[in-house]
């Protein structure tokens, strides 16, 4: 944290959410001697899902903020088993049989690999949500938290933020940042609730989602398909697995498209019928089958992502993370953004010297990041087109596809993020000298 002679900010931020982009920022603006406090819904702090990925550009961010939290995710990150695929971030398959195709077949056989795509030095490296959770929560000093704390209004007062909670309680700000995910009330409140890039729209896909304990898959599969992270692509459908939990436990997320586009359901999170499962990927291969048959406690979940809002922030209060920009974990860029978002934001607090210039950094912040995070989200819907034979161009043409896979990454994994930093302070300077 900053150190304790720095002369503390003149202002205070409320950070609204306690997952990963609230916690991160919340760090970075400890870092940057910023006073603070943290507004979680929940009684206390968790996460729900199993594992998450994070390409080199999001570890990096991490680094960035605080070293400390690379150092706690590094020590309970999975990669790879073996160490000639260290650096595969996926290899793709061929998921069904030949015979299994609904309506077209691709010129290859069931298992037949199509790429390996590499991702620098990290390759595939995921952790457990919850278990990520807790080293951020470790950096968190006594105190700046408070829970049960579900937002409904932020009103500007006089020279100040009112933020009323759920429970009948206010408190008061200098600026607020909204964190709290998909289903956000700040980006209600900020963009308006009639607004039509407000709430969140179903994307067509749906997941199935599950682990296995891994000497289990390694006996069904074999360890390289087991221990190593593997993509099985199909015709409206693909399956991923990879490690976490330092190898013990295959992760696994079957996604299926919903041919009519709709989700009736106001539940996003299902309880799971096995029968269900396996009518939707009848006809693909055994390892797939094996991988569904020994998935325990699934569940399926309905993906949502946000359209594009038109702005991040509105005077003294900004929206970060998934509030902002919630997408799909098809690139599994998603949460990285969340930590590229609070790297660049709590820096440029941090060169903030009155409340007066809070607007100017969100305003640098809303330059960099919108466009940025929101080319994450409609990539993140057009590579589900690729990896279940959807997109137009592409269809099944195996080898366009491997050149398409191999290269299309690069832009999210390999950004400057000092220089995205530098280019937000031009921005912040050049809009308080007007």
């Not at 933020?161 to 964190?179: K, N, P, Y």
């Not at 696994?252 to 299902?270: H, N, P, Y």
Request: hydrophobic content about 40%; charged content about 25%; some cysteine.
């Amino acid at each position: 944290m900053a150190p304790s002679d720095t002369p503390k900010k003149s202002f205070h931020v409320a950070v609204c959410g306690g997952g990963i982009g609230g916690l991160c920022m919340l760090i970075g603006l400890l870092h940057q001697n910023i006073s603070c406090t943290l507004y979680e819904s929940a009684a206390a702090f968790a996460e729900i899902g199993a594992g998450v990925s994070f390409g080199p550009n999001a570890i990096r961010a991490m680094s960035l903020i605080d070293p400390n939290i690379k150092k706690g995710y590094d020590k309970i990150a999975t990669s790879n088993a073996w160490p000639e695929k260290k650096k595969f971030w996926f290899e793709f398959n061929l998921g069904p049989k030949e015979d299994g195709w609904k309506d077209v077949k691709a010129p290859g056989k069931e298992g037949q690999r199509i790429a390996q795509v590499v991702a620098l030095d990290v390759g595939q490296s995921s952790v457990h949500r919850a278990h990520f959770l807790d080293v951020l929560v470790n950096l968190v000093p006594d105190g700046v938290a408070q829970f049960g704390k579900r937002v409904e209004r932020v009103d500007e007062r006089g020279q100040k933020m009112l933020l009323t909670f759920h429970d009948g309680s206010t408190a008061e700000a200098d600026a607020v940042i909204g964190c709290d995910g998909v289903k956000s009330r700040t980006r209600q409140i900020l963009l308006g609730e009639a607004h039509e890039t407000t709430n969140p729209t179903f994307t067509g896909k749906y997941a199935y989602r599950g682990l296995i304990p891994m000497e289990k898959a390694a006996g069904a599969l074999g360890d390289e398909l087991a221990r190593n992270s593997q993509m099985y692509m199909g015709r409206h459908g693909h399956v991923l697995t990879f490690p976490i939990e330092n190898g013990k436990t295959m992760n696994v997320v079957a996604f299926q498209t919903k041919m009519d586009g709709s989700w009736g359901d106001e539940r996003w999170v299902l309880p799971m019928k096995k029968e269900d499962m396996f009518a939707d990927f009848a006809g693909w291969g055994d390892s797939v089958l094996k991988i569904l048959s020994l998935m325990e406690k699934p569940d399926v979940w309905a993906l949502f992502d946000h359209p594009p809002a038109p702005t991040y922030f509105k005077g003294r209060f900004a929206l970060l993370g998934d509030a902002a920009h919630a997408s799909t974990p098809h690139q599994g860029a998603g949460a990285g953004q969340a930590i590229e978002d609070a790297f660049i934001l709590s820096n440029l607090l941090g060169q903030v010297n009155s409340i007066e210039e809070i607007e100017n950094a969100f305003h640098a912040y809303d330059a960099v990041r919108r466009p940025r995070s929101q080319k994450v989200v409609a990539t993140s819907r057009d590579a589900a087109k690729i990896y279940e034979f959807e997109d137009e161009e592409l269809n099944t043409d195996l080898e366009l596809i491997k050149r398409r896979l191999e290269m299309r990454y690069d832009w999210i994994w390999n950004e400057d993020l000092p220089q995205q930093l530098t280019k937000a302070q031009s921005i912040m300077g050049v809009r308080a000298s007007l």
